[in-house]
């Protein structure tokens, strides 16, 4: 309850901040004016969101975006997502897969670990050896557990040969997962980490600030800036009055008001960063009522994306065409795109019997825009007759709450390649499955596209996973947000293409101070 | 005296006793627990069943307490469930901003909430007594988000006079973070205390002895000071010990707002990850405070006023 009002206390406060700060602000036209050329020196301090005084730096435990910014300069991985999530390699050189896709021979970079010591492949085992440990709950255990670890081998020191529990063409997403870094062998102690990473470690206070300077001896170039300072600010508002008081010079997630307001004025930089989150609906297909594929397919038709990227992402964002991943690699993007038919969406309903039919819809405010998504759609389903029961869930457990709890959710998901959100939701042994999609022909199709050396082969076997779930699937992805940025005019070097996590976003070994 | 203080003592343990308990029991309503929040968005149940069993969620609730209060009672309040923090070191860290906080707001608060109290007892009724009452009152109306919110937009976003937030900063080392904060946390008790100071002083000069230490020819000054405060001051040094309460919630929300890693910070933290050990900790510090501190404010107004009712 405290927890709520909280939430809803500090919401207010935030738009409060904000229609003030713009009344006072008054409104200078243009935008604001370029860093200029590429400069060294400076020490850039940027602000996210915490997890208080129990964060620690173990760049395995890594789950939140700030954890993520400090792991990703102190740390490296194998290899990283590009903009359209496909795997591009960081620390592995090259990865060579054998031919039945089963042993994958990676050749490791010439790096160094921030004391000296060089990244050998036995780190690299360690590593993976410390992420899947049995018992334990780190976040990229689930992904690398396809990796048969006492099979695998050092070949050399800059040689590791992976053995796979199965085929898997996609491999390298495994090493770009989120969470799965390289410490030297035996590490168990975080509190000085060492990383091979852009920045050294320098302090850190938990849940209020990290201190790193440059690491001149960095594997892709040593950064433009001397010294980065991660800072947590959990209230958003105060993120941007930083920001505003030039307290900080970026802020990782702004509110879509925020952005507004300060777009135009130029005293602030707002970058708004594409295919960062993808929002939907889950609808259960194997229990009543959703599992009428008319009825699923009338919810296809009744969604007017337009109006929900209009109203729930004030623009913010591109409509959705019902299947994850619009701009990755492996979407496809040939399907024709759906708009709003109530005719048919009527008629739908109809043939499934459901008219006048009273279904409960679950959200929360665990994410933005789920309510006010689940409010919209609702509203736009009462036009063919359904009638949507919107409640309202307890934010913290929502996830959970909907995983087995619901027949309808309002949905949310972050960058992932395709590989992931297949396996991850769509798969009878997924274990995040929230559309309860099992179906073993389905499985067989994924299996074979990671069963194939041939990429056209695997392009089409994810085109007609893709058709399926378009056809009948259990989620409506309506829409894909930008995830936006606030930085200070002087910042410079910020890949405004870049989705959230991926190995772009917060790479502030290419960003400069002007 | 010395029965007094022991009885109050030993009630005090037991409503220390009542908080945690019942923060407890509210902790455990909360839907969810502290493996649910760890697993966030990727609920796998397996994932979320192990959690539970590594951190001991999947035994009995009494026995979890029990567990918990019988290391309570020899110091050791355990470990964060969501980090590999004891929750005593915590707790000592995050302490130390609210201290500094709560401590500078409370030393301020007395001198100018008695000053602006007196001033206007003394002209009661002129322009400059109406001032002050209706300033006070007004004030005093005002939440204090709101009004941190408002100062923030003026003073530091348009005028640049004072940081808009404590990011990066020490607070100890730079006081112009303080200074909105402090301004936050003093408004609206100020405004109580002087309105209770002024009240006391008008009905204290009114009174008998006041009047008979005029006719005894006493200054004014002296009067004011040495005869009529004292007893105007009792009401308000319990006032003040209301308020020593309603600071540490008042420091919760400066905290969020000025982004102060203090207790509150942490409170808000804990019960968000359904962080048991932390929530029971800081219950049982922020219990503990409210009890010594009315315990003192009572016994100071006996000291003060040893004629009045006060704390018996």
Known sequence: MFNLDRRRFLGLAAAGAVSTGSLLAGCAPGGAPGAGAPKPGGRLRAAFSGGGAAEVLDPHETSLYIEIARSKALFDKLADYGNDMSPQPRLA???????????WRITLRQATFHDGRPVRAADVLASYARITEPGGSRRAKSSLSVIDLPASRAIDDRTVEFQLKRPYAEFPNALATLGAYIIPEGTEDFSQPVGSGPFKFVSFEPGKSFLAARNPDYFDGPPLLDELQIVVTNDEAARVNALLGGQI??????????????????????????????????????????????????????TNREELVRSVLQGSGQIGNDIYGRGYRYYAD?????????DKARSLVRRAGAEGMTIDFDTSDASTGLKEAALAISDQARQVGLNLNVRLGNKDTYWSDIADGSVLASYRSGAMPLDSHVSQ???????????????????????????????????????????????????VWWGASDWIVGAATKVGGIDEEAPANTLEWARFDKVWLA | MIGYLVRRLLLGAVQVLLVVVGVFLLTEALPGDAAVTIAGDKPDPAVIAGLRAELGLDRPMWQRFAEWLGSALQGDLGTSLVGPRPVAEMIGTAAGPTLLLAGLALALLVPLSTGLGVLAARHEGSRLDRLVTSTTLGLYAAPEFAMAILLVAVFAVQLGWFPPTAIGGSLSSNPALLALPILVLLLRPICSLSRLVRAGMIDAQRSPFVQHARRLGLSPT???????????AAPAVQQLART????????????????????GTSLLEAVSARDLPVVQGLALVFATTTVLVNLGADLAARALSPTSEVGR
């Open chain 1, 334 to 342: 040939h399907l024709p795109q759906r708009s709003q038919d109530l």
């Open chain 2, 222 to 232: 002296r009067i004011r000071f040495a005869h009529a405060l004292p007893n105007a």
């Open chain 1, 93 to 103: 050189e090259r990865w060579e897969p054998s031919a039945d896709l089963r042993t």
């Open chain 1, 249 to 302: 010079d970026y802020a990782n997630d702004l509110t879509l008001t925020s952005a507004r307001t300060y777009e135009s004025g130029g005293q602030i930089r707002v970058l708004r960063l594409p295919r960062s989150n993808f929002h939907g609906l889950a609808m259960k297909v194997d229990r009543p009522p959703f599992d009428r594929i008319e009825l699923r397919q009338a919810m296809f038709h009744l």
């Open chain 1, 425 to 475: 939701r769509l798969l009878t042994s997924s274990t995040t499955n929230n559309t309860a999609w099992q179906r073993p022909e389905f499985d067989e199709l994924y299996n074979a596209a990671q069963s194939t050396t041939d990429e056209n082969r695997r392009a089409e076997l994810y085109t007609r996973m893709q058709e399926q779930q378009f056809n009948e699937g259990g989620f």
């Open chain 2, 244 to 263: 020593a309460d309603w600071l540490i919630g008042g420091v919760i929300v400066v905290e969020a707002i000025f982004v102060i890693p203090g207790l």
